[in-house]
């Protein structure tokens, strides 16, 4: 499997990396960059797109080991072995040699290159193969949430190799042809995608803000936002999930709303399964839960509770069942609520948002729950006389309330 970094996610995240370091007082790498960066502003024009992309690679990869996010994120939900790890003795003895020969050798390359591509060291292409069977990574601080997830036996010691096994890490390796990470815009456009899912070998597209490589202090923000879009990807790939580009009926805010509640459902799914293998997500249990109350308040609180934490030990859903959720309350509540808990006849006058108005039929997000109690009796007996079944605990839009207002001259 190859990991492809965009030219322009590299140029940015190394960029301002490298100002974070200068500002906190680190100025060594900073300098370094500028010593080889600086002098392409005199190449030709021409030139100079392909050298900086060269330089900003150097440091992206080699330099700042910025990559090594997406790797641990990979190897955290099992979409790649775990890489071999030496033992710490041997790990602080390789960083010591390499602060001490990275210069020389940077130097080397410079000299030996400047013939032909004007001082900028030569690199194959803006990815990683990686390959589990020869590579070490030294430890960081922020490997805790990785290496004590899954299994707990992650640290290696002086007589282990280090190699931890994923049971269907090779599965998902051999499915998955390349992880191509570029540069999101904004927030709004972070995210991953499976593409070639049906035609060919699967390519996992990851849209990252380059202003999370920036401080290193925030990396553990940056790991856990990887990790959680890569369960995505992973779930979309995995064939007991059996992901597919569901056709959702309505009009577009019918469609927006479901789609919002899909979305949640997933992600309390993959919270829940991290949450099971020691590893923190993007969003505490209780800050995920008022994500969830925000959606389904109309719910008695009880059975709402009730609802996230059966979701939360589900282990195995799939793409249709979440979908289903998302789309029919009485499918949510039919897996996680009791009829002894809350009959059949009190499920059907939950009002939630975007639930059709009984009166116009039109997704309702501003619901009247309890007409009787704001209208006069003329009014209720307009709507009876439009709609002979409607009762009062059926309830209304707040449009549809205020038509039959002034149709009854109140």
């Known amino acids: 499997m190859k990991v492809i970094y965009s030219p322009q996610l590299m140029e940015e995240a190394a960029f ?4 974070h370091l200068e500002r906190s007082g680190y100025r060594s790498d900073y300098d370094e960059y500028h010593s080889l960066a600086d002098p392409i502003y005199e190449l030709p024009e021409d030139d100079r797109e392909i050298a900086f992309e060269k330089v900003n690679k150097v440091f992206f990869i080699e330099r700042l080991k910025l990559g090594e996010h997406v790797l641990r994120a990979l190897e955290a939900v099992g979409l790649i072995p775990k890489r071999k790890r030496t033992t710490r003795r041997a790990q602080l003895a390789a960083i010591a040699l390499e602060g001490d020969e990275f210069s020389g050798e940077l130097t080397e390359q410079l000299e030996e290159s400047s013939a032909s591509m004007h001082g900028i060291p030569e690199i194959d292409g803006d990815s990683q193969e990686i390959n589990s069977d020869d590579q070490s990574e030294p430890p960081t601080d922020n490997d805790l949430q990785v290496e004590n997830s899954l299994e707990g036996d992650d640290k290696p010691s002086e007589d ?6 994923y049971d269907m890490a090779r599965d998902f390796e051999e ?27 699967p390519m996992i597209e990851m849209r990252v803000l380059a202003s999370r490589f920036c401080n290193p202090e925030e990396a553990q923000e940056l ?10 990807a992973k779930d979309m790939v995995d ?6 580009d569901a056709f959702i009926p ?3 805010s019918v469609k927006n709303l479901i789609t919002a509640r899909f979305r949640l459902l997933w992600n309390v799914y993959v919270d829940a399964r991290l949450s099971r293998a020691g590893i923190i997500s993007t969003i505490p249990r209780e800050a995920r839960y008022r994500e969830f109350d925000n959606f389904y308040r109309k719910i008695p609180e009880k059975q709402r509770r009730g609802i996230f934490e059966g979701i939360w030990r589900t282990e195995k859903f799939t793409h249709e069942e979440l979908l289903s959720m998302a789309t029919d309350l009485e499918s949510l ?9 809350m009959p059949e006849e009190e499920r059907d006058y939950i009002h939630l948002q975007g639930s059709p108005c009984p009166l116009c039929k039109f997704p309702t997000y501003n619901w009247v729950d309890d007409p009787e109690s704001i209208c006069d009796e003329m009014v209720i007996e307009a ?9 009062n605990k059926d309830g209304g839009c707040d449009r549809c309330i205020e038509v039959y207002e002034l149709r009854a001259g109140v």
Do not use: C, T
């Open 160 to 165: 282990s190799d280090g190699v931890v096994a």
């Open 223 to 232: 790991d856990a936002f990887l990790i959680q879009e890569f369960m995505h």
């Open 239 to 244: 064939p007991e999930f059996d992901y597919e």
């Open 333 to 341: 509540m039919s897996k996680y609520v009791d009829d002894v808990d």
């Open 16 to 19: 301002r990396h490298l100002n």
């Open 383 to 391: 709507i009876q006389i439009d709609f002979p079944d409607w009762e």
């Open 250 to 252: 309505g009009n577009p």
């Open 175 to 201: 499915r998955i042809n390349e992880v191509h990470v570029k540069r999101a815009i904004n927030k709004v456009d972070e995210g991953s995608n499976v593409l070639n899912r049906i035609s060919g070998r």
